[in-house]
């Protein structure tokens, strides 16, 4: 499964793009973001509040109880300040 | 420029800057059907002079799919003869183009409703981030999003059209 | 370009064309605290291939005093760096020109709600008259005034900004 | 007075503008339309149906009953269609 991180969460991972084997214990996207907060300083600091992160299953954005397959490109970011 | 159903529309993400003047042609040169243009100009501003330059960083594929449906839904919305969306992304300094859109349509309420409603999803809705550079800071800062921006895109979700 | 109380604008009532292009880089050149662009070209649609021109007849003078009435309030309104208003006069055939709204403003918003609230009272408030030449038909026909028109007018009475 | 009429009006009364003395018995911009339209065939039918008539006097939009000095540049003409 791809995962990608725009913006601050994109720099607090320290990681633009990554490919990790969805464990079997995560379910959806608010599930994968606890597991991936779990992984170091630089992770748990990206998500620490992920009540106020956005998430993309394939492109489209989806909630926290997204459930996920582990085939799709998954992408965490801050809310959009685009136009 | 338009099938049986509703009219086609262009989406462009891009590093380089676009010409408006071109664009608007594109939509309207030689055509006898277009009643108003409304061209929207998104700019980078320098903040009293303390903005050194934005960064623009994107979710490529993402950005474009996402504002290619919110242009879907624009000329579903309303009877458009064209319209043209172009968002740029890289480092920007103050005073140069940000986002364009141009909407045409016979009538007037149609192209100024439609490129309204466009900018409101592009604040709120497409994979864009904005960092700024201040010229006093060796760090930059990104950019939060604003209560306003999503109350203006709440907007479109009655009806508004007339 | 802005004196201490509100921005100044231009009004230009003429025959000939403008160019949108060069009217834009007039307010926004340069400048580098212009967030938002919007220009509102008004055309002489050709109705179906059934007009062969409009004439446009109007009332010197009261023309000119009438839109800077109204870009005077649309500068005491909405917080805008820039403001030009050209209206048109005379034979005008279908594709032409006919009218121009640009606001310039640090903000989307006001260069929207400023340009589209001035086309709707250029359209019911300003002394102009259209009259359609069709090309099968050897007299002309004075356009009457819409309701919606009207309507549209009256949506600026209630307090409309943000 | 200089009065001037636009549009139909201009070409109903066959006019653009004239200047008129203002008769003692005319009062308002409501009754210099009375007036006018007694004064021929066109006059007549520029002003049959008087409450569809915009009147300006110096260029500001004014009612029926708006009183007249004689001095003044008056005009009428029908709803206004620009932009």
Redesign the interface.
């Known amino acids: 499964m791809k995962i ?1 991180y ?3 969460l ?1 720099e607090r991972t320290g990681t633009s793009e990554e490919t990790i084997e969805l464990p079997e214990t995560v379910k959806t996207a608010g599930e994968l973001m606890i597991w991936l907060a779990a992984r170091d300083e630089g992770y748990a600091f990206a998500f620490e509040q992920p009540e106020t992160i956005r998430i ?1 299953v394939n ?1 489209e ?1 989806v909630e926290e109880d997204h459930v996920l397959s582990g085939t799709e490109e998954v ?1 965490f ?7 | 420029m338009s099938n049986s159903t509703t009219t086609e529309f262009t989406v462009r993400v891009q590093a380089e800057d676009f010409d408006v003047l071109a664009e608007t042609e594109i939509l309207a040169k030689g055509r006898k059907d277009v009643g108003a243009i409304v061209t929207f100009t998104g700019l980078c501003r320098d903040e009293g002079g303390t903005l050194e330059a934005l960064e623009l960083e994107h979710y490529p594929g993402m950005a474009e799919a996402q504002i290619s449906k919110f242009a879907q839904q624009a000329v579903e919305r309303w009877p458009l003869t064209g319209l043209t969306i172009i968002h740029r992304f890289g480092k920007i300094p103050p005073g140069d183009n940000i986002v364009l859109v141009i909407a045409t349509s016979s009538h007037r309420r149609a192209a100024f409703e439609a490129s309204d409603f466009l900018m409101d999803f592009l604040k709120t809705q497409a994979p864009f981030w904005k960092k700024e550079h201040l010229k006093e800071a060796s760090e930059g800062t990104w950019v939060e999003a604003k209560a306003v921006d999503d109350a203006d895109a709440a907007r479109w979700d009655e009806q508004k059209t007339k």
Do not use: K, Y
Not at chain 1, 77 to 83: E, I, L, V, Y
């Open positions: 990608r725009f913006a601050w994109r993309a492109q954005h992408a970011f801050p809310p959009m300040t685009g136009g």
